[in-house]
């Protein structure tokens, strides 16, 4: 890594104390940093506890390119056991925090127990304290940032914080930061505020310095023209994530009416992306160093909620509000994002969870009684506005629907369990497998559950091709061959991205693996070579995989909800196709010299190098 920082800060709240420590240099090649370093430190954990036990690690980790000069570098990754799925958890985000960590001097932040109060921890250049934080509890996200930033007198600090939910301890929430930046999957934001921690706040003056400071500034260039010139670019810039909306649709790959329905031509009109841009977009934002610029800021022009201004719903989040839940009210989903960026909520669970309480509603397994007097009928904008605060508040159904929907139908009864559409317990993203099949095998095997970000595989599908990793042409949407082994090849590169970190959208600018390993090489010094970076997301997979075998998770957990394994829509672009799972998953397992109960073989975990102490810890399991 950089010669500046290369540090771990430690903090244990029931001190409370702070420590520092250097990064293992063997680790740090072996792992690079961000999410696959995550897993290595956090490895060791007494995983078999509640993911709210105060003695489990809470590690905020950034990478050997976040805050550099290369593109879309600005990411950082949260990790610990989460709250939703009982297994492995992490969650990502951009926009200034990451950066300012490392120029503050530190890589990694590693949080145990529990404070007595309310507490924030305060980073500046390397050194760190914790302190009092009872004046922030309660306050939204927005509000604590402000708050810091005066408190600390200084327009400059970072803050990275949780809303009302992560108080709450709802096993949704999102850790937010840089007003709306969300690192949501997996309730992390309740493990956040079940150790008292509201927030953390960073300054850093620092210089990070890279091995070979003239070859990356070249590097560096070349990669943002190529960016700034692309076509992908321009269609995020222009439009947001919402960007492909359209096209996606007419492939049947936007859910509806929580994935029941392929067709919904009329009602999803407003939610195009050009639609959007035209009604409510009045900015872009950005995140530090990034040439694309996806970031919306919007004004709510007409409607019950005309006057509303700040960031602006992308693509999940429109489409889990929308869609999904029958609404295309516009101004309601652009409130439902506003509070969930404000109390600290991840946009897709609580969409899906909402659309579960819409679908039990009419089936009539919630009543007038169980719904505090809100009609959650399908595309009804305001009620699913004011259940979002009621789940962030764990009032009334709110305090039933914030522990997801896997949890949430088990409290319901009566066969809600078939309306909660997750996997490992984490609600799917908005993306039917129906429609691109390489997501049945991906979200079935993604280490968090119900994951995109872990491998958007359907990039391939969609025309988007890989040559360096050996695929040159597109794959057909629909043919399972092969499609196991192209989500192992696309999820290892995926998992250096989170490794380096760095935003994936870069991809659609054009960036691939090979620049991947030179901005690695160029930013430590390191005589890397593609098989060496592209085994260090291998690695973290099944590092990854091993910690959830040791909770108890299994190849039956690899596995995609009933619904899209046995519900053939009868329109839309995906019409009559179910995704085969079965010919995908055993092709992964395969490819992964894993056995056919998807369990890492010593020889696999050896060649890795996970056949020592810590991989004769996590094996609960022998192939």
């Not at 507490?119 to 250049?125: E, P, R």
Request: a neutral charge.
């Amino acid at each position: 890594m950089s010669v500046f920082a290369e540090r771990i800060l430690k903090v244990d709240l029931f001190g409370p104390t702070t420590s520092t420590s250097q990064i293992d240099q063997a680790d740090a090649r072996l792992y690079l940093g961000g999410s696959a370093l995550a897993a290595r430190l956090l490895a060791g954990m007494d995983w078999g506890k509640d993911p709210f036990n105060p003695s489990l690690d809470l590690v905020f980790a950034a990478g050997p390119i976040t805050g550099t000069p290369a593109p879309c570098s600005a990411r950082y990754v949260v990790a610990a056991k989460s709250p939703l799925t009982g297994g492995w958890g992490e969650a990502h985000a951009s926009g200034y925090w990451g950066p300012e960590l490392r120029y503050a001097g530190f890589d990694v932040i590693i949080v145990s127990g529990r404070a007595e109060r309310p507490v924030y921890l305060w980073i500046a250049d390397g050194k760190a304290e914790v302190r009092a934080a009872d004046f922030l509890w309660g306050r939204d996200t927005y509000e604590t940032e402000e708050i810091l930033r005066r408190e600390l007198a200084d327009p400059k600090i970072r803050v990275l914080c949780i809303g009302p939910a992560g108080e709450n301890r709802c096993r949704i929430a999102s850790i937010m930061n840089d007003h709306g930046r969300a690192a949501a999957r997996g309730g992390l934001g309740g493990v956040m505020g079940s150790k008292n921690l509201k927030a953390i706040a960073v300054r850093g003056t620092g210089r990070l310095e890279l091995a070979d400071e003239e070859g990356f500034a070249k590097l560096k260039s070349s990669l943002f023209r190529m960016i700034k010139d692309s076509a992908g670019r321009q269609a995020l810039h222009t439009h947001g994530t919402n960007a492909a909306m359209e096209a996606i649709y007419a492939k049947g790959d936007v859910p509806i009416k929580n994935w029941t329905k392929g067709a919904w031509d009329e009602g999803i009109k407003p939610l195009l992306g050009p639609a959007v841009t035209q009604a409510i977009l009045t900015g872009k934002s950005t995140c530090r160093g990034c040439p694309i610029g996806c970031g919306r800021l919007i004004e709510v022009k007409e409607g019950e909620y005309a006057g509303l201004r700040g960031k602006g719903p992308e693509y999940e989040t429109i489409a889990a509000f929308g869609p999904l839940c029958l609404n295309n009210d516009l101004g309601a989903i652009a409130k439902a994002n506003d509070l969930c960026n404000r109390y600290g909520l991840d946009t897709i669970s609580t969409g899906a969870v909402i659309a579960m309480a819409m679908e039990c509603r009419e089936r009539g397994l919630l009543t007038a009684k169980d719904l505090d007097g809100l009609d959650l009928s399908w595309g009804n904008g305001r009620s699913l506005v004011a259940m979002v605060e009621k789940i962030a508040r764990r009032q009334g159904l709110g305090d039933i629907l914030a522990e997801g929907t896997r949890l949430a139908a088990e409290r319901i009864g009566g066969g809600a369990g078939e309306a909660a559409v997750q996997t490992k317990g984490c609600e799917l993203p908005m993306h039917d497998p129906r429609g691109f099949g390489s997501w049945a095998v991906g979200y079935a095997t993604a280490a968090r559950g119900g994951c995109h970000i872990a491998a958007p595989t359907y990039w391939l599908e969609r025309g988007i091709t890989f040559p360096d990793l050996g695929y040159p042409e597109p794959l057909d949407r629909f043919n399972p061959e092969g499609k196991g082994r192209w989500a192992a090849v696309f999820q290892d590169m995926c998992e250096v991205m989170e490794a380096m970190v760095t935003c994936k959208f870069s991809m659609y600018g054009g960036m691939r693996s090979h620049h991947l390993v030179e901005l690695i090489a160029r930013a430590t010094g390191w005589d890397v070579d593609h098989r060496e970076v592209m085994q260090i997301g291998e690695r973290a997979i099944n590092l990854k995989r091993l910690i959830n075998l040791k909770l108890g998770f299994s190849h039956k957990d690899d596995t995609l909800p009933k619904r899209l394994l046995t519900l053939s829509l009868k329109e839309g672009g995906s019409e009559g196709h179910i995704p085969n799972q079965s010919v995908m998953l055993a092709d992964y397992y395969r490819y992964r010299g894993w056995s056919e109960q998807g369990v890492p073989t010593r020889a696999k975990l050896k060649e890795l190098g996970l056949n020592g102490e810590i991989g004769q810890k996590l094996q609960a399991v022998k192939a």
